[in-house]
């Protein structure tokens, strides 16, 4: 549960290359309101095969009944995605909340962080929303609204926040959770104001 306001649901957070410092809202999220990182075991050298096992692992470990959502930042986009296609078990989550998914297939990121181009491009089997920035240096706002209509995920521009991290100020980014927090299947469960 992530709030007083918010309804009974695990929230999983995936990170991106690197993993997600002490002031990343992801990191916020898990320390003031449960949620749960899906840790990785090389946040350096990212293997998509191992991730995909990873998240895979961590979904099936959830209790039953209890609505799981997805909060994943830059290449954890993309790991949602690939997820998805793979896994026999997608439909347990209820929603994911994709920020700032990276443009994989650019030359620079492409060598970075090898073996996840082309991105997974298909239809999420459950509701989304990509929310992305006009001045993010690791993809073009074109290319995440271009993600966003693939996966049939809904679409917010934030405008220029960079890449939506931690040196973008969004602090414990209440707007962020509220989002979250409206994929779920009722409209009326989403929080509805400022959290502590």
Do not use: K
Request: hydrophobic share 45%; net charge negative.
């Amino acid at each position: 549960m992530a709030h007083a306001d918010a309804p009974a649901a695990t929230v999983l957070t995936l990170p991106g290359w690197l993993g997600s410092g002490p002031a990343h809202w992801q990191s916020l999220w898990e320390q003031r309101h449960g949620c749960q990182r899906v840790e990785q075991h090389d946040w350096q050298h990212p293997r998509r095969g191992d991730w995909s096992a990873r998240l895979e692992e961590v979904v099936l470990a959830q209790p039953a009944g209890t609505p799981l959502l997805l909060a994943a930042h830059s290449l954890g986009c993309l790991l949602v995605a690939w997820w998805a296609a793979h896994s026999r078990h997608a439909t347990r989550v209820s929603g994911a909340l994709l920020v700032a998914p990276p443009e994989i297939e650019r030359d620079d990121l492409r060598q970075q962080i090898p073996g996840w181009a082309p991105p997974a491009r298909q239809r999420l089997p459950f509701a989304s929303l990509v929310v992305a920035s006009s001045d993010d240096p690791f993809g073009r706002l074109a290319h995440a609204r271009a993600l966003a209509q693939d996966w049939g995920a809904a679409f917010r521009d934030l405008g220029a926040r960079g890449h939506l991290n931690a040196d973008s100020g969004l602090g414990d980014w209440a707007q962020g959770l509220a989002l979250l927090y409206a994929l779920l299947p009722s409209p009326t469960c989403a929080p509805g104001g400022s959290t502590a």
